[in-house]
C-alpha cells in the first residue's frame, strides 16, 4: 500500500508518494500560482498527485496539509490568508471524487507536530506541542495521543493569543513573528539607531526582512539582539501559558525564525523557567528544535491516513 501527500501552500504546491513507514519515495513541486485563481491551483494539485500516483500499487488514501483556517472534520478549506480566493473550499471531497480513495486535510501546524511525533523529536509522544515561527505563529497540540481540534476544527491558532502592550490590545504574532522583526527594525533605522543591518541591506531597507534581522542577532547586532531578545520573551510568555494548560512532554520548535538559534531560544526559555507556577512543569519537559526538514508537512500529511489522531469528530 501508498499513501498520497499533498502540502498546499501559498508559493509551491508539492506532492509524494511514501509507503507505510511514511518513508518518501517519491516527490513533485510546482508553484501555487495562486494569483491564478483557485481552479488553476485546484488543476495543478491534480496535477501533481497524478504524477506521483503508484503504477499497479494500492494507495490508501491522500493526506492534505494546507493552511488554516480550515474544517478538518468536514475538509473544507475555509479562508487562508496567502490563498485569496479560497472561500470554503471542500479540497477533500473535490478530491475523493476525483480520484476515489479516502481524503484527510490537516492545517499545516497540525501535520507537522504528526510527522514530528511520527518520525522527528517528538518520537512516540502522547503529549506533545508543535510551535511554528516564520511568517506567522502556529502550533499543534496533541493531548494524550489526540490532536487537539476544538468544536469546528478551529483551535490552537497560537498566534491569535492576545497580549496588551501600552494598553493596546494586539497578537502574538504581531509582536514576534517575521514581519513584526522586520518591521520593528525599519522603524528603529528610520529613527537613526546604529546597527549592522544599514551595511548589511546596503542602505536599502526593503531589504530588512526577519532573516536579515536573524542574521545580524547572530553577529552579535545590538538592535538586532534587541528585537529578538524580545520576541523570544514574547514567545515564552505564551509557552508558557501553553505550559499550564496542557503540561506537554516536549515543546517542538519549527519555522524559519527557530534556525536564529539562541539569541531567539535562549529568553524564550528564561521567561517559561523563570515565570512557570511550579517546577514539574519544566522538570521532566524537552524544548527541542523541529527535527525534520523539508519533507515534514508530506510526512505530516501521511500520517493523517495512518491514524486519525482525533480528527474525526466523535458521534
Known sequence: MRIIAVDLGGTRIRAACLDEGLNVLQRRETPTGASEGKAAVLGRIEDLITSVWPPEIDVLGIGVSSPGPLDPYLGIVLAPPNLPDWQRVPLAGLLERRFAVPVRLGKDANVALLAEVAQGAARGCRHAIYLTLSTGIGAGILCDGRML??????????????????????????????????????????????????????????????????????????????????????IGLALTSLLHLFNPEIVVIGGGLSQ?????????????????????????????LAALGVDVSLVGAAALLRSDYGVRKQD
Do not use: F, H
Open 149 to 234: 481540534l476544538g468544536r469546528s476544527g478551529l483551535a490552537t491558532e497560537v498566534g491569535s493569543m492576545m497580549l496588551l502592550e501600552n494598553d493596546v490590545a494586539t497578537r502574538l504574532e504581531l509582536e514576534a513573528a517575521g514581519p513584526a522583526l522586520a518591521r520593528q527594525a525599519r522603524l528603529r533605522l528610520a529613527a537613526g539607531e546604529k546597527s549592522l543591518l544599514r551595511e548589511m541591506s546596503d542602505g536599502d531597507m526593503r531589504q530588512v526582512d526577519a532573516a536579515l534581522v536573524g542574521q545580524a542577532a547572530q553577529r552579535g547586532d545590538p538592535l538586532a539582539l534587541a528585537l529578538v531578545s524580545r520576541a523570544g520573551r514574547l
Open 260 to 288: 536564529i538559534g539562541e539569541p531567539l531560544l535562549r529568553p524564550m526559555r528564561e521567561v517559561v523557567r523563570r515565570e512557570v507556577i511550579y517546577e514539574g512543569y519544566t522538570r521532566e519537559l524537552r524544548i527541542e
